[in-house]
């Protein structure tokens, strides 16, 4: 169980959360209000908090996900293969940059999560990677969509 500081969940959790269901929804080629994606990614980030301070670790990444993708759902007003996917493609990319920096860099997880500011920094670069997902994205209307005729079938 970890207890996370607010400032974490300000300045981190719920950009993150934004972040993540903004890239994912342009991936689908959805182009969603912002006021709706940081209302989510507000009520993503609050879940985070209660999630993480009252559920076992591990445990806590699935419940995490599925409020996610749920709140997607209804309050993005998407079918469910499109939240699943909107939610499933940025943790993807999370993981593989999260996973890139623990090999590639000698931090010490313990320090890690002892320290919020440093906390908040390690979250930057995936961040920065979604960011320019959505800009990418906005500014050359590239999705997944276009490029696996599949997903065309999912999405609808």
Same mark, same amino acid.
């Given at each position: ?67 996610? *993708?749920?709140?997607?759902? $209804?309050? !993005?007003? /998407?079918?469910? +293969?499109?939240? #699943? &996917? =909107?939610? *499933?493609?940025?943790?993807? $990319?999370? !993981?593989? /940059?999260?996973? +890139?920096?623990? #090999? &590639? =860099? ?51």
């Amino acid at each position: 169980m970890d207890i996370m500081p607010i400032k974490v969940i300000l300045l981190g959790s719920i950009p993150e959360a934004v972040l993540m269901l903004w890239a994912g929804l342009f991936l689908m080629g959805k182009k969603p209000k912002f006021r709706k994606v940081a209302m989510v990614g507000i009520l993503q980030g609050m879940s985070i908090y209660f999630i993480r301070k009252y559920m076992d670790f591990g445990t806590h990444a699935f419940v995490i996900v599925f409020t996610f *993708i749920f709140y997607t759902y $209804i309050f !993005m007003k /998407v079918k469910w +293969s499109v939240a #699943i &996917f =909107s939610v *499933i493609v940025p943790c993807i $990319i999370v !993981m593989m /940059v999260e996973g +890139s920096l623990l #090999i &590639f =860099s000698n931090v010490n997880l313990v320090y890690l999560w002892c320290s919020d500011w440093l906390r908040i920094l390690y979250l930057l670069p995936h961040e920065i990677i979604l960011g320019a997902i959505v800009y990418i994205g906005h500014k050359r209307d590239i999705s997944l969509l276009n490029e696996f005729t599949w997903l065309q079938r999912i999405a609808g």
